[in-house]
Each structure stands twice: as C-alpha cells, then as structure tokens.
C-alpha cells in the first residue's frame, strides 16, 4: 500500500516550457486535491477533486491545469512556466471531500523554473 | 475570512522538556481541526482530527486539545526525533460547505536538542 506517489521527484524547467506533474493513490478515496508550498506562505490550494470527474479552483489556480483521470489519478499541467511556479508540490487525497476527513499528502515535486 | 495562525514560529527544546505549540483560528462553525507533522524534503504527515471542544488526542509523546478558539499540541519529554515542522489545519467555509478544502497555519518548526 503505497499511500500517494508522485513523479517526478524533482524537476527544472526554463521559462515558457511546460510539464505535467502526475499523482496516484491506492486508498480507494474520493477526494485529490494539488497544493504548493512556499517559504513564508505555507500551503496554498491550486485545484482539488471532490469526486471523479469534477475538478475546480483553490486559492491559486492560475498558471495551471488539472485532469481527473480516473479515482486514482490527478495530474497537474503548467503549460507555460514561469519562474514565479517554483515552488514544492504536493498532491493529497481524502476518503470525502468534506472537511472532516483527514487528507493524506505524497512525498512532492521540487520544482525549479529559472 | 478563515485565518489560521500559529506560534511560536519556532521552538528549541532540550531532550526532556515539555512544552506546547499553539495553533489559534477565526473560522465560523468548526468542522474539524487537523494536525500534521512535516520533516524536511518530505509531505505532511497526518497526526490528529479533533471535532468539538474539549476534546483530546494522544500519540506517544504527542497530546492535542481543542478550545472554541484554539487548539493546542502538547509535546512530553520530546525527543530529538520528535524534530520536525507541525503544522495545523481548517477546513475551509465556502457557501456553508466545506468540500474539504483546508487552511493551512504557517508551522511551527520544533527542534528537540539532545
């Protein structure tokens, strides 16, 4: 039982390139949500899903795109970089998408856009 | 708005001495607080749920409370590998649903020496 993995672990970009970064999980939940992680700001909501086939907007949403692939999938696609989207990415997932259920988060993507 | 703030920003201890973080909040009719702990390089790791005031968690060395304005993390007689950042959480109130979306604290960065 792997929890939630993410690919790749790391990754550097140069300005205008693009890249998908690509979550799983085997928990059977419902829920996958994109979060990244800055100095100073914490942890910011990019996009969730609360079931499969929705998707909608968190805090910081633009700059980016996401696709529920299936339950066990969640993808998050810059398509144009920007040096401003460095930053560690974390997916998580829940058992519901209400906020009584706790989210388990996947290991990261460090990601570099110079 | 939602607001999630924790102090201290950090935390030296020695091996042995207790203490507690502190984790306040302005959300308008609590769902849930969440606990989590992060290492260096790695994800949130889920520690706690607490639901209503009053109410206690523990987990070894790890001791949660919550008040109808804050909660709090107890930490007995830590030890160095009790070193890591923690980090508390609210859903977020959209619309009288929360749809699981959390509000992240800014962390506490706990350092236990030997």
């Known amino acids: 039982n792997a929890g939630v993995t993410q690919t790749p672990k790391f990754q550097v970009l140069k300005t205008g390139q693009s890249m998908t970064l690509q979550c799983a999980q085997d928990?059977?939940?419902?829920?996958m949500y994109w979060y990244r992680q800055d100095p100073g700001m914490g942890l910011r909501l990019i996009y969730y899903?609360?079931?499969?086939?929705?998707?909608d907007k968190g805090e910081v949403p633009n700059g980016y795109n996401v696709s529920r692939l299936n339950k066990r999938e969640f993808s998050l696609r810059l398509e144009s970089a920007a040096p401003s989207q460095t930053s560690v990415y974390f997916c998580a997932s829940s058992e519901g998408p209400w906020g009584n259920y706790e989210q388990y988060f996947g290991p990261g993507t460090r990601l570099t856009v110079t | 708005e939602d607001q999630v703030t924790q102090s201290p920003e950090a935390l030296r201890l020695q091996e042995g001495e207790s203490s507690s973080l502190n984790c306040s909040y302005t959300?308008?009719?609590?769902?849930?607080l969440f606990w989590y702990r992060q290492d260096p390089g790695k994800g949130p790791e889920f520690l706690f749920t607490l639901y209503s005031a009053g109410e206690e968690k523990e987990k070894e060395r790890l001791k949660a409370t919550l008040t109808k304005k804050e909660s709090f993390l107890h930490i007995t007689a830590p030890k160095p590998e009790d070193s890591a950042t923690y980090l508390c959480?609210?859903?977020?109130?959209?619309?009288?649903?929360?749809?699981?979306?959390?509000?992240f604290g800014q962390g506490t960065i706990l350092t236990v020496h030997p």
């Open positions: 928990m059977n939940h419902n829920s």
């Open positions: 959300v308008s009719g609590l769902r849930g």
């Open positions: 899903s609360a079931s499969e086939g929705t998707t």
């Open positions: 959480a609210v859903p977020f109130e959209a619309g009288g649903t929360s749809y699981g979306k959390l509000t």
